[in-house]
Each structure stands twice: as structure tokens, then as C-alpha cells.
């Protein structure tokens, strides 16, 4: 910063110079004015002379103060500002590490210190005291002896920091002193957290290295009522040094205490170490088939450093951790061991990048599905977009903090795991579906074979019926029955619902219906003499499955039938309607009757009995019977299709045969409904009779 910018000096310039040549002039004139005998001309200054210019150098004096006041509370301001915005971006990565615990325990159950278990667990190690991988420091800068900051203390918590690095990790508490009291921050005289925070995170990184952060992990946690500073260091793979004031040395745990290292210890420590860790990355090795695929992850990056520090991350999780240095060795690997989760870099030079390694990833059927994370120090928005839509599921900035990464990568597993059970949950659901399918086709095809194949011959009559589901399987029945001595039966029921509890209850009756011996049977009885068999009449028959067909108390399940017996020597029809419409009848002259339905459905009453109706017949003339769906079909509009009309549709049908009628009032009710997928069943049987018949 300039120094005219800092204190003014152009403001100084600009307001003393005007205002003191103002100031001057004003004086002469003044003086002119007021002692005009006493202007002389001559070489000596006249006696009022200084008094202008002492006018002139007050003004200068006063000018510059004014501006070095004006500018000093510009400068303050710019500070306030400036710690406003550090607090702000404090700020913010607190929120965003609160986020990542946050996700971190959704996804693992674990707990992150800073609430009541984890400060517990922290008093319980204070009271255990220090060891090699725990130690307490009292303040972060304040010296308690002298009362004043000192590097000595900065000095003395950032090697145990190295130390820790340096050896198996560790945990430092800062704000608590040797004999397990709690001091807190307070001690350190920070006016606030924030302020503590900045200055620590600023002696990590100039005193151990930027680099070095995705090892350390600090922040405040809450203690005996106040807060302490805690870090917790993970070992790093390469050495690392304490640099101050020039110099760097290099520390190791030894005990609960932290040495200094000479140059020449430091190099055999060194080697002994990389020596120890030389398998920390596992060369090409035969993929594990005892390991799920759910415990498997694919980290790629050219950069074996960077492979080492995501490695040591993920290590001890119950992971697989497969290693690929190139896109293409990638491609092989995840084609192979079809992992769970990809972590991929984007920057692998001279090979295929990460976009193009995602990209193939996501054309492969086999590995479309495995999720990718990007992890690259291109933190452009264009360069996310770009991840993004080649398919990745996130993206981590370098560098990375372990808690992000080991929350991420949680998170995304604990999704692809409830998307494979998902998946698999969808194929079982999907065979189970097609097993159904297959047995409701079966149950349908069961279904359609009650119905009747070839029609009796029973003397001069015609029969046809129409049979017009609207589900696969359906609660409608009918049935034409040859009953013997010139005489046939006919039924229609209709079971309340659809599906297959409606299926299966109409099957159960039809079974009953068409069951011809007598000791079994409904529709036949034996003689008194018991050596032939009788016509049971159609109220019998009602009240029979009125009893063996009690309202299901559970489903609410009844239904509802007509059942009738064509005597064709008597030229009559007599029927039982339980609730049934009752039957429509078309004389040969066109006359169109619709007789009575009396009766309760079957099984709404155990004692109900039914009332039997009969209808003499003549020559040509045709009976209907039929269930509610034939009229209560609707159009587009609502409309219901109606008695009426049925009436009239079959009616229409009078010159032509009565199977052409059936075909007319179908073509009729597909054109009304728009649509051959009907509301309910439709199902007619009818019957004629011909002129042989008299």
C-alpha cells in the first residue's frame, strides 16, 4: 500500500494548499483594507506580514490532522470489514463440516466428538492421562508464567502435531493443563472462537503445510461447561517437518513425549518407515470373492502420493480397496471386480482423462450403474457441470478433508445399497408377477372351460349366450344345463367384486350347478324310491346354495343369480331370481316383456326363501337372462347404457336368428362404452323356441 493512500497525503495536498492560499489572500485584503496608511513599498516586510503566515501554517497543521483522522477511520472500517469476512468464511466451513457430520452419522450411526458421548469419552481419556498418542497443552499461544503470548508455546503443541504425523497419529487437547484441569480457550485471550480457530488453522498451515490438512482434523469441542481446542492427527505417509523461524526439524513420539530427531536419525527413520508402509498400496492381486461387491471400491489417480492419502483415508473400513493408476487400467479393473464405488480422479496424464474414463464407464452395460465420485482440483463450476453430466453422483475439491470423503463415500454406498435391494426386491417382484400371471391365465382358462362348450340338444329350442369379461378373471357365471325329458336349465350369476376371491367363488358354484349325481348334486334329487332321479324346481335350487353359501362376514362376499328350467313339452319357463334382474322375454310378434325379480342375494340370510315364477311360451318366442352388467355399462359422458336400451337392441334382433341378436347387442354395447373393456361382466343366455316345439 502506497503511503499517500494510507494516510491521505492527497486529501492533505488538496485541502492545505487551497485553504491556506485562500486564508492568505483573505488576511491581505483584510489588512489592506483596515490599515491602509500603513502599507509601505520597500524592501522590508511590512510589520502585519507573519500574521498571515502563521494563519497559513495553522491551516496546513489542522488539514493534516483532519486527514490522517479521516483516512484512519477509512483504514479501521477496511479492517472491521476484513475480520467480517474471515468470520464469514469461518463461518461457512463450520457449517459445512457440521454438514459432512452431519451426513457422516446418517450414514455410518457413528458420532463425531462434540456431542455428550464424545465429550465423555474425552474426559475419560483426560483422567487416563497423556501416552503416546494423547497429550494436553494448556494454552494455544498465552504464556500463564510470563502472562503474554510467546512462539515457545506455539512451538510446543505444533511438534507434538509433526510428532504425530511423524509416528501411529494421536490427539492434542489444548485448554487443559498438566493436572486434568480445564482452562478452555479463555486462557489464550481470543475475544472470540472464530478468532482462535483462524489463528490455529493459520500456524498449521505455515508452520506443517497446506498439504498436510487432509491428516488433520481440529475444531472446539465443549468440556466441563467450556470449550478446548482438539486435534486429531492420522499418520502421513511421507515426512514431515515443523518449520519456524527458518529452520525445520523433525519430531517423533516416544512415549508420551515428543524428540527431536537428528539429521542423521532422521534418514534411518525415514527409510524404516517407507519400509514398513511399502504395501500400503497393493500391486495387481486376485480380487477377493469372499468380499461382497457392496464392500469394494475402485480409487483411481496417477499420483501415487495422492493414492497413498486416500488409501490410509478409506483403510479399516470394512473396505475392498482396489488401485488403478491410468484411465485404462481402471476400465480393465472396474469391468473385472464391478465395485460398488468409483473414486475418480480427472487429470491423469498421458492417458485417457477421468471425464473419458467416466464416460466409458457409463456406455458399459456391465458398469453403467457403479457410482463415481470425481475428486480434482478443478474447482471450476463448468468442470463440475461437465462430471456431472458424463454421470458422476459427486465431486470432492482436492484438497480433501478424510471426514468429507469417508462421509461421501458412505453415503453414496449406503444408496447403492438400497438401490441393488431395490433392484432385486423389483426382480422378485417382477417373477412373482409373471408366476401370478401365468396362474391367473390358468384360473381363467379353468374359468372359460365351465362354460358351455357344445350346447344341448334337447328337442326345438336354440341356445346361445355371450360371455364378456371385464377383468381376466371374472365373477359372472352362466350355464345351459340338459336336464332330460325334453326339459334344459339355464343360470346366470353374478358374485360380488372382481378378481380372483370373485373368480374362485364362481367357479365354486358353477362346479356345484353342473354336478349330475344326485346324491351330489343341486339341480337333481332322487325319487322317494330312491331308483331315479327328480328335477329339483328352481326355488329349491336358490334355497340349496343359500345355504351352502353363507355372506362371507369377512369380505362381505355374497351373490346374486337367476336359475331357470325350460319345459319344452309344457311350452313354459319357470324361474327363482335372488336378486337378481329377473328375465326378458320377446314375443314372436315383437311385444318385448320384462318380468318380476323378487328374492334376497344368496347368503345374505340362511332362512330366506325364494319365490318361483312361470312364463308360458309359443313359437319363436325368445327369453333372456343376463346380468346388471348388460345395462349399467357407461358411455364417455356417464351415461348408463340402461334397460331400455338393451331391450331395444335385442328386440331389434327379432327377424334374424338369436346368436345374430347376441352379436348386434355386442357390436351396439362396444360402440355406446367406446371401448371393448368393459366396467363389470356382461353375460346373457338365451333360449328359443322353434315351431317343432307345438
Request: glycine share 8%.
Amino acid at each position: 500500500m502506497r503511503l499517500e493512500t494510507a494516510y491521505g497525503w492527497g486529501n492533505l495536498t488538496r485541502m492545505a494548499v487551497h485553504t491556506s492560499v485562500g486564508f492568505i489572500v483573505a488576511s491581505v485584503g483584510l489588512i489592506c483594507f483596515v490599515w491602509q496608511k500603513d502599507l509601505l513599498v520597500g524592501p522590508r516586510l511590512p510589520r502585519w506580514m507573519p500574521v498571515p503566515l502563521f494563519v497559513a501554517v495553522l491551516t496546513l497543521t489542522l488539514c493534516l490532522w483532519q486527514a490522517l483522522a479521516a483516512e484512519g477511520a477509512r483504514m479501521h472500517q477496511r479492517y472491521e470489514n476484513l475480520l467480517a469476512r474471515v468470520r464469514g468464511h469461518l463461518r461457512n466451513y463450520r457449517r459445512q463440516k457440521e454438514l459432512v457430520d452431519r451426513n457422516r452419522e446418517l450414514a455410518t450411526g457413528a458420532r463425531e466428538p462434540g456431542d455428550d458421548t464424545a465429550s465423555d469419552h474425552l474426559a475419560a481419556m483426560i483422567r487416563a492421562g497423556e501416552s503416546d498418542r494423547f497429550e494436553l497443552k494448556s494454552t494455544l499461544r498465552w504464556n500463564l508464567k510470563a502472562d503474554r503470548p510467546g512462539k515457545e508455546i506455539e512451538n510446543a503443541w505444533l511438534k507434538t502435531v509433526v510428532a504425530f504425523l511423524n509416528t501411529d497419529g494421536g490427539m492434542l487437547v489444548v485448554g487443559v493443563d498438566d493436572g486434568g484441569k480445564t482452562l478452555g480457550i479463555e486462557a489464550d485471550r481470543f475475544k472470540d472462537g472464530d478468532r482462535y480457530l483462524l489463528h490455529a488453522n493459520s500456524l498449521i498451515r505455515d508452520a506443517i503445510g497446506a498439504e498436510l490438512t487432509p491428516f488433520i482434523d481440529f475444531g472446539l469441542r465443549p468440556l466441563d461447561g467450556k470449550e478446548v481446542f482438539v486435534v486429531r492427527c492420522r499418520p502421513s505417509p511421507e515426512p514431515v517437518f515443523l518449520k519456524r523461524d527458518g529452520e525445520e526439524e523433525f519430531y517423533v513420539r516416544i512415549g508420551p513425549g515428543s524428540r527431536k530427531l537428528r539429521a542423521s536419525e532422521i534418514l534411518s527413520y525415514v527409510q524404516s518407515r517407507q519400509t514398513a508402509s511399502a504395501d500400503v498400496l497393493p500391486q495387481a492381486r486376485p480380487i477377493s470373492r469372499d468380499v461382497p461387491t457392496d464392500e469394494r471400491i475402485l480409487l483411481v489417480d496417477d499420483n501415487t502420493q495422492n493414492l497413498k492419502v486416500l488409501y490410509r483415508t478409506l483403510d479399516g473400513r470394512g473396505h475392498e480397496l482396489l488401485v488403478a493408476r491410468s484411465g485404462e487400467e481402471a476400465l480393465k479393473t472396474a469391468a473385472h471386480a464391478l465395485p460398488s464405488l468409483v473414486l475418480l480422479d480427472i487429470m491423469m496424464p498421458p492417458g485417457i482423462d477421468g471425464y473419458e474414463t467416466c464416460r466409458r464407464l457409463k456406455d458399459e452395460q456391465a458398469t453403467r450403474d457403479i457410482p463415481v465420485i470425481f475428486m480434482s482440483a478443478l474447482d471450476e463450476t463448468r468442470d463440475k457441470v461437465r462430471g456431472f453430466d458424463l454421470g458422476a453422483v459427486d465431486y470432492i475439491i482436492k484438497p480433501f478433508q478424510a471426514d468429507e470423503v469417508i462421509a461421501r463415500v458412505d453415503t453414496h454406498l449406503t444408496i447403492q445399497s438400497l438401490q441393488r435391494d431395490l433392484r432385486k426386491r423389483n426382480d422378485d417382484l417382477s417373477s412373482a408377477n409373471a408366476r401370478m400371471t401365468k396362474d391367473l391365465r390358468a384360473a381363467a382358462q379353468l374359468q372359460q372351460s365351465l362354460l358351455p362348450d357344445t350346447l344341448p340338444d334337447v328337442g326345438p329350442a336354440r341356445f346361445e349366450w355371450l360371455y364378456l369379461p371385464c377383468d381376466e378373471l371374472a365373477g359372472d357365471a352362466l350355464g345351459v344345463i340338459e336336464l332330460g325329458e325334453r326339459q334344459a336349465g339355464l343360470f346366470v350369476l353374478d358374485v360380488t367384486g372382481h378378481g380372483v376371491p370373485a373368480a374362485l367363488l364362481s367357479v365354486s358354484i358353477t362346479h356345484h350347478l353342473l354336478q349330475r349325481d344326485p346324491d351330489h348334486s343341486i339341480i337333481f334329487r332322487r325319487t322317494a324310491s330312491g331308483d331315479r332321479r327328480s328335477i329339483t324346481t328352481p326355488s329349491q335350487v336358490a334355497a340349496q346354495l343359500n345355504r351352502l353359501f353363507p355372506m362371507d362376514q369377512a369380505t362381505g362376499q355374497f351373490f346374486t343369480m337367476i336359475y331357470a328350467v325350460l319345459d319344452m313339452a309344457a311350452h313354459r319357463i319357470r324361474y327363482a331370481a335372488a336378486g337378481h334382474p329377473g328375465p326378458l322375454v320377446i314375443r314372436s310378434d315383437g311385444a318385448i316383456e320384462l318380468h318380476d325379480s323378487t328374492g334376497l342375494p344368496i347368503g345374505i340370510d340362511g332362512t330366506a326363501t325364494f319365490e318361483e315364477h312361470t312364463i308360458d311360451l309359443d313359437a319363436g318366442d325368445r327369453v333372456f337372462l343376463y346380468s346388471d352388467g348388460t345395462f349399467e355399462e357407461m358411455n364417455e359422458q356417464g351415461k348408463l347404457f340402461g334397460r331400455e336400451r338393451l331391450k331395444s337392441t335385442l328386440a331389434a334382433g327379432g327377424g334374424a336368428s338369436v346368436a345374430d341378436a347376441l352379436s348386434a347387442f355386442r357390436r351396439t354395447i362396444e360402440d355406446w362404452s367406446g371401448s371393448t373393456n368393459f366396467h363389470d361382466d356382461i353375460s346373457i343366455v338365451a333360449a328359443e323356441l322353434i315351431a317343432a316345439a307345438l
